[in-house]
Protein backbone atom coordinates (compact mmCIF):
# COMPACT_ATOMS: atom_id res chain seq x y z
CA UNK A 1 0.00 0.00 0.00
CA UNK A 2 0.91 3.41 -0.73
CA UNK A 3 0.61 6.86 1.57
CA UNK A 4 0.54 10.11 -0.61
CA UNK A 5 1.07 13.46 1.55
CA UNK A 6 0.27 16.70 -0.22
CA UNK A 7 2.18 19.58 1.44
CA UNK A 8 2.56 22.76 0.01
CA UNK A 9 4.95 24.85 1.01
CA UNK A 10 4.98 28.73 0.12
CA UNK A 11 5.08 32.31 2.09
CA UNK A 12 2.34 31.18 4.35
CA UNK A 13 3.33 30.57 7.91
CA UNK A 14 0.89 27.95 8.43
CA UNK A 15 1.50 25.84 5.84
CA UNK A 16 5.30 26.09 6.35
CA UNK A 17 4.86 24.59 9.79
CA UNK A 18 3.30 22.41 8.29
CA UNK A 19 5.64 20.85 5.54
CA UNK A 20 8.44 20.87 8.65
CA UNK A 21 5.99 18.82 10.80
CA UNK A 22 4.87 16.12 8.54
CA UNK A 23 8.44 15.35 7.62
CA UNK A 24 8.17 13.41 10.52
CA UNK A 25 5.20 11.30 9.93
CA UNK A 26 6.39 10.88 6.61
CA UNK A 27 9.74 9.52 8.00
CA UNK A 28 7.77 6.86 9.87
CA UNK A 29 5.55 5.71 7.81
CA UNK A 30 5.78 2.13 7.30
CA UNK A 31 4.40 2.35 3.47
CA UNK A 32 5.58 3.61 0.15
CA UNK A 33 5.39 7.30 0.46
CA UNK A 34 4.73 9.51 -3.13
CA UNK A 35 5.22 13.02 -1.71
CA UNK A 36 3.74 15.55 -3.48
CA UNK A 37 5.45 18.85 -1.76
CA UNK A 38 5.07 22.16 -3.23
CA UNK A 39 4.30 22.37 -6.45
CA UNK A 40 3.31 19.21 -6.40
CA UNK A 41 0.29 19.47 -3.84
CA UNK A 42 -1.71 21.21 -6.36
CA UNK A 43 -4.98 19.84 -8.40
CA UNK A 44 -3.75 17.88 -11.07
CA UNK A 45 -0.88 16.06 -9.32
CA UNK A 46 -3.11 15.10 -6.86
CA UNK A 47 -5.67 13.62 -9.37
CA UNK A 48 -3.26 11.80 -10.88
CA UNK A 49 -1.85 10.26 -8.02
CA UNK A 50 -5.56 9.26 -6.40
CA UNK A 51 -6.18 7.49 -9.75
CA UNK A 52 -2.81 5.77 -10.06
CA UNK A 53 -3.36 4.24 -6.38
CA UNK A 54 -6.64 5.06 -5.71
CA UNK A 55 -6.37 2.13 -2.94
CA UNK A 56 -3.92 4.00 -0.23
CA UNK A 57 -3.45 6.39 2.51
CA UNK A 58 -4.27 9.68 1.90
CA UNK A 59 -2.50 12.98 4.06
CA UNK A 60 -3.36 16.41 3.09
CA UNK A 61 -2.94 19.43 4.90
CA UNK A 62 -3.84 23.01 3.87
CA UNK A 63 -6.15 25.73 4.48
CA UNK A 64 -9.74 24.37 3.67
CA UNK A 65 -13.27 25.73 4.14
CA UNK A 66 -16.66 23.75 4.51
CA UNK A 67 -16.73 23.04 0.74
CA UNK A 68 -12.96 22.60 0.22
CA UNK A 69 -9.57 20.97 0.42
CA UNK A 70 -6.70 23.27 -0.82
CA UNK A 71 -3.02 22.79 -1.70
CA UNK A 72 -0.55 25.16 -2.96
CA UNK A 73 -0.78 28.73 -2.63
CA UNK A 74 -4.87 27.90 -2.20
CA UNK A 75 -5.19 26.26 -4.80
CA UNK A 76 -8.27 23.84 -4.97
CA UNK A 77 -7.63 20.48 -4.56
CA UNK A 78 -10.81 18.11 -3.51
CA UNK A 79 -14.51 19.43 -4.00
CA UNK A 80 -17.90 17.95 -4.33
CA UNK A 81 -16.75 17.41 -8.40
CA UNK A 82 -14.09 15.09 -7.62
CA UNK A 83 -14.29 13.84 -4.08
CA UNK A 84 -15.18 10.55 -5.65
CA UNK A 85 -11.99 10.22 -6.75
CA UNK A 86 -10.74 9.35 -3.08
CA UNK A 87 -13.57 6.88 -2.58
CA UNK A 88 -11.12 3.91 -2.13
CA UNK A 89 -8.66 5.69 0.02
CA UNK A 90 -8.35 6.27 3.47
CA UNK A 91 -8.47 10.23 4.10
CA UNK A 92 -7.00 12.43 7.13
CA UNK A 93 -7.01 15.61 6.41
CA UNK A 94 -5.53 18.88 8.64
CA UNK A 95 -7.49 21.50 7.61
CA UNK A 96 -10.21 24.14 8.39
CA UNK A 97 -13.68 22.85 8.67
CA UNK A 98 -13.51 20.78 5.63
CA UNK A 99 -15.41 17.87 7.36
CA UNK A 100 -18.18 20.21 8.34
CA UNK A 101 -19.52 19.36 4.89
CA UNK A 102 -17.49 18.01 1.75
CA UNK A 103 -15.57 15.87 4.16
CA UNK A 104 -18.44 13.92 5.20
CA UNK A 105 -18.96 12.45 1.72
CA UNK A 106 -15.60 10.19 2.25
CA UNK A 107 -16.07 6.81 2.94
CA UNK A 108 -13.53 6.63 4.97
CA UNK A 109 -12.40 10.04 6.39
CA UNK A 110 -11.01 11.97 9.49
CA UNK A 111 -10.61 15.66 9.73
CA UNK A 112 -11.77 18.84 11.79
CA UNK A 113 -15.57 20.19 11.66
CA UNK A 114 -14.66 23.46 12.31
CA UNK A 115 -11.68 26.15 12.35
CA UNK A 116 -8.16 24.37 13.47
CA UNK A 117 -6.35 27.03 15.67
CA UNK A 118 -2.61 26.42 16.51
CA UNK A 119 -0.25 28.54 17.73
CA UNK A 120 3.29 29.28 15.67
CA UNK A 121 6.34 30.97 16.56
CA UNK A 122 8.56 33.16 14.88
CA UNK A 123 10.20 29.78 12.60
CA UNK A 124 8.15 26.74 11.94
CA UNK A 125 10.17 24.39 14.95
CA UNK A 126 8.50 25.63 17.65
CA UNK A 127 5.66 25.72 19.92
CA UNK A 128 3.71 23.97 16.77
CA UNK A 129 5.10 21.35 17.19
CA UNK A 130 2.19 19.95 20.31
CA UNK A 131 -0.75 20.29 17.49
CA UNK A 132 1.16 18.75 14.40
CA UNK A 133 2.71 15.80 17.29
CA UNK A 134 -0.95 15.17 18.27
CA UNK A 135 -2.71 15.49 14.70
CA UNK A 136 -0.25 12.86 13.12
CA UNK A 137 -1.14 9.92 16.01
CA UNK A 138 -4.22 9.42 13.51
CA UNK A 139 -2.08 7.76 11.18
CA UNK A 140 0.31 6.57 13.75
CA UNK A 141 -2.52 4.66 14.94
CA UNK A 142 -3.47 2.98 12.22
CA UNK A 143 -0.12 1.93 11.20
CA UNK A 144 -0.30 0.08 14.36
CA UNK A 145 -2.75 -1.58 13.52
CA UNK A 146 -5.76 0.42 15.50
CA UNK A 147 -9.21 0.47 13.46
CA UNK A 148 -10.10 3.50 12.59
CA UNK A 149 -12.58 5.06 15.58
CA UNK A 150 -9.53 3.60 18.00
CA UNK A 151 -7.30 5.70 16.08
CA UNK A 152 -9.38 8.84 16.44
CA UNK A 153 -9.29 7.85 20.30
CA UNK A 154 -5.35 8.14 20.00
CA UNK A 155 -5.66 11.00 18.18
CA UNK A 156 -8.12 12.58 21.28
CA UNK A 157 -5.64 10.96 23.80
CA UNK A 158 -2.51 12.47 22.10
CA UNK A 159 -4.02 16.16 22.23
CA UNK A 160 -4.64 15.68 26.25
CA UNK A 161 -1.44 14.02 26.47
CA UNK A 162 0.14 17.28 25.17
CA UNK A 163 -2.35 19.50 26.98
CA UNK A 164 -1.16 17.93 30.48
CA UNK A 165 2.31 18.57 29.64
CA UNK A 166 1.57 22.56 30.04
CA UNK A 167 3.41 23.59 27.66
CA UNK A 168 3.33 27.49 25.96
CA UNK A 169 0.78 27.61 23.29
CA UNK A 170 -1.03 24.75 24.76
CA UNK A 171 -4.45 26.78 24.89
CA UNK A 172 -6.29 25.09 21.54
CA UNK A 173 -5.15 21.57 21.76
CA UNK A 174 -8.23 20.80 23.62
CA UNK A 175 -10.70 22.77 20.95
CA UNK A 176 -8.99 20.95 18.09
CA UNK A 177 -9.18 17.26 19.62
CA UNK A 178 -12.91 17.79 20.32
CA UNK A 179 -13.52 19.41 16.60
CA UNK A 180 -11.94 16.14 14.97
CA UNK A 181 -14.91 14.08 13.81
CA UNK A 182 -14.21 10.69 11.66
CA UNK A 183 -16.68 9.29 8.36
CA UNK A 184 -17.14 5.89 7.88
CA UNK A 185 -17.19 2.49 9.57
CA UNK A 186 -15.40 2.75 12.96
CA UNK A 187 -14.21 -0.54 13.04
CA UNK A 188 -12.52 -0.93 9.91
CA UNK A 189 -8.82 -1.44 9.34
CA UNK A 190 -7.24 -0.06 6.26
CA UNK A 191 -5.32 -3.21 3.98
CA UNK A 192 -2.66 -3.65 6.59
CA UNK A 193 0.49 -3.08 4.79
CA UNK A 194 3.03 -5.93 5.00
CA UNK A 195 5.82 -5.52 7.52
CA UNK A 196 6.50 -4.69 10.93
CA UNK A 197 3.73 -3.06 13.26
CA UNK A 198 5.91 -2.40 16.56
CA UNK A 199 9.19 -3.40 18.05
CA UNK A 200 9.58 -3.63 22.28
CA UNK A 201 12.52 -3.52 23.99
CA UNK A 202 12.94 -4.83 27.29
CA UNK A 203 16.61 -5.37 29.24
CA UNK A 204 18.20 -7.76 31.02
CA UNK A 205 20.13 -6.74 34.34
CA UNK A 206 22.52 -9.96 34.28
CA UNK A 207 22.39 -13.44 33.27
CA UNK A 208 19.56 -15.91 34.59
CA UNK A 209 17.84 -12.26 35.84
CA UNK A 210 14.30 -11.15 34.66
CA UNK A 211 13.34 -9.01 31.56
CA UNK A 212 12.15 -5.29 32.59
CA UNK A 213 10.11 -3.86 29.79
CA UNK A 214 11.73 -0.39 28.40
CA UNK A 215 8.66 0.10 26.03
CA UNK A 216 7.71 0.30 22.57
CA UNK A 217 10.17 2.10 19.64
CA UNK A 218 9.54 4.38 17.29
CA UNK A 219 9.90 4.48 13.59
CA UNK A 220 12.40 6.97 11.90
CA UNK A 221 13.74 7.51 8.68
CA UNK A 222 15.93 4.68 7.01
CA UNK A 223 14.12 1.85 8.95
CA UNK A 224 15.56 3.38 12.06
CA UNK A 225 13.35 2.52 15.34
CA UNK A 226 14.58 4.09 18.52
CA UNK A 227 13.88 4.34 22.23
CA UNK A 228 15.37 6.29 25.03
CA UNK A 229 16.38 4.06 27.81
CA UNK A 230 16.77 5.34 31.48
CA UNK A 231 19.27 2.89 32.69
CA UNK A 232 18.40 2.22 36.05
CA UNK A 233 22.42 1.93 37.59
CA UNK A 234 25.74 0.49 36.22
CA UNK A 235 26.24 -3.41 35.57
CA UNK A 236 26.00 -5.38 32.99
CA UNK A 237 22.89 -5.93 30.69
CA UNK A 238 21.47 -7.58 27.68
CA UNK A 239 18.66 -5.89 25.37
CA UNK A 240 15.43 -8.16 24.31
CA UNK A 241 13.80 -7.07 21.14
CA UNK A 242 10.36 -8.06 20.26
CA UNK A 243 8.88 -7.21 16.53
CA UNK A 244 5.66 -8.11 15.58
CA UNK A 245 4.43 -7.94 11.79
CA UNK A 246 0.68 -6.74 10.76
CA UNK A 247 -0.44 -10.42 10.34
CA UNK A 248 0.56 -11.02 14.22
CA UNK A 249 3.73 -12.60 14.19
CA UNK A 250 5.92 -12.33 16.71
CA UNK A 251 10.07 -12.40 16.71
CA UNK A 252 12.45 -11.42 19.43
CA UNK A 253 16.24 -10.73 19.09
CA UNK A 254 18.81 -10.73 22.14
CA UNK A 255 22.01 -8.96 22.01
CA UNK A 256 24.94 -10.05 23.86
CA UNK A 257 25.84 -8.52 27.19
CA UNK A 258 27.62 -5.19 27.81
CA UNK A 259 28.92 -3.49 30.66
CA UNK A 260 27.20 0.21 31.64
CA UNK A 261 29.08 2.54 33.43
CA UNK A 262 27.67 5.83 33.95
CA UNK A 263 29.97 9.33 33.37
CA UNK A 264 31.63 11.11 36.07
CA UNK A 265 29.88 14.69 37.19
CA UNK A 266 30.47 17.30 34.32
CA UNK A 267 31.38 19.51 37.21
CA UNK A 268 35.15 21.15 37.03
CA UNK A 269 35.85 22.82 40.41
CA UNK A 270 40.12 24.79 39.76
CA UNK A 271 41.11 26.82 42.97
CA UNK A 272 42.11 30.12 41.85
CA UNK A 273 43.05 31.28 45.68
CA UNK A 274 44.89 29.98 47.70
CA UNK A 275 46.60 27.77 45.69
CA UNK A 276 48.66 24.78 47.01
CA UNK A 277 52.39 26.13 47.79
CA UNK A 278 51.04 29.85 48.16
CA UNK A 279 51.80 31.88 51.56
CA UNK A 280 49.01 32.96 53.91
CA UNK A 281 50.14 35.77 56.31
CA UNK A 282 46.68 36.76 57.20
CA UNK A 283 43.82 35.88 59.98
CA UNK A 284 40.87 36.07 57.33
CA UNK A 285 41.39 35.45 53.57
CA UNK A 286 38.66 35.37 51.01
CA UNK A 287 39.01 31.66 49.16
CA UNK A 288 37.90 31.36 45.61
CA UNK A 289 37.46 28.80 42.65
CA UNK A 290 36.96 28.47 39.31
CA UNK A 291 33.70 26.28 38.81
CA UNK A 292 31.96 25.23 35.76
CA UNK A 293 29.96 22.61 34.24
CA UNK A 294 30.20 20.01 31.28
CA UNK A 295 27.28 17.82 30.75
CA UNK A 296 28.86 14.09 30.19
CA UNK A 297 27.26 13.15 26.72
CA UNK A 298 24.49 10.97 26.89
CA UNK A 299 23.06 8.08 24.12
CA UNK A 300 20.30 6.74 22.68
CA UNK A 301 19.55 3.30 22.33
CA UNK A 302 18.81 2.57 19.12
CA UNK A 303 17.55 -0.53 17.13
CA UNK A 304 16.59 -1.79 13.96
Not at 226 to 252: H, Q
Amino acid sequence: MRCIFSRPDWSDMATKCGTFWTRNLEGACPLEVLDLYQELARKIPNEAAIKETPVCMFYGFGHGANYVFAGQENEYIITKDNIALWDQAAVHLLSCSVFADLGLLFKHGSGYKNTYYFYISDSPDGVAEQYFDSDHEFFRAIWRGLTWGDAQLALKAKYQEWYQKGISGNGYLLWDADIHVITGDATWRPTPPSGIKRITAYYRNGAGQPTVLIGDMEPGPDQVWALEWKIPIEGTYSLLYEGEDMEGITKRVETGEFTVTFPPSGIHIEPVSPKGGDVVNARKVEISVKGYYVPPTEHMCRSI
